[in-house]
């Protein structure tokens, strides 16, 4: 596993039973997930059959976001899936993590 890969692991590991609101800006879209983590794994492209499933930190948990109508709504799934191909840390400070990936950027901060 790369550096840059471990070193978001650990941090999000030193976070576990708080919330992380995760804002990810991918072109012209803004996402914002409120995740309550409670574990975090790790899954390498090697393990997948379908190439758009790319190498990724599967945070488990549950979250919340809103939706078009500015409803807060229950995530489908108790999993959130960050995709880290590209992965390069901006930022890592205690309550904060920026970075960049191929897909997006992304900033995680404990609510």
Request: charged share 30%.
């Given at each position: 596993?790369?550096?840059?890969?471990?070193?978001?692991?650990?941090?999000?590991?030193?976070?576990?039973?708080?919330?992380?609101?995760?804002?990810?800006?991918?072109?012209?879209?803004?996402?914002?997930?409120?995740?309550n983590l409670e574990s975090?794994?790790?899954?390498?492209?090697?393990?997948?059959?379908?190439?758009?499933?790319?190498?990724?930190?599967?945070?488990?948990?549950?979250?919340?976001?809103?939706?078009?109508?500015?409803?807060?709504?229950?995530?489908?799934?108790?999993?959130?899936?960050?995709?880290?191909?590209?992965?390069?840390?901006?930022?890592?400070?205690?309550?904060?993590?920026?970075?960049?990936?191929?897909?997006?950027?992304?900033?995680?901060?404990?609510?």
């Open positions: 596993m790369e550096q840059s890969i471990q070193q978001l692991m650990d941090w999000l590991n030193n976070h576990l039973n708080e919330t992380i609101a995760i804002e990810k800006k991918e072109l012209r879209d803004l996402d914002k997930v409120h995740f975090v794994d790790f899954r390498s492209a090697d393990d997948v059959i379908d190439e758009y499933l790319g190498s990724a930190l599967i945070l488990r948990g549950f979250g919340s976001t809103l939706n078009a109508d500015g409803e807060l709504v229950s995530l489908p799934q108790s999993t959130y899936d960050l995709a880290v191909e590209g992965l390069q840390i901006v930022d890592l400070a205690d309550r904060k993590a920026e970075i960049t990936t191929d897909r997006a950027n992304y900033t995680l901060s404990v609510d």
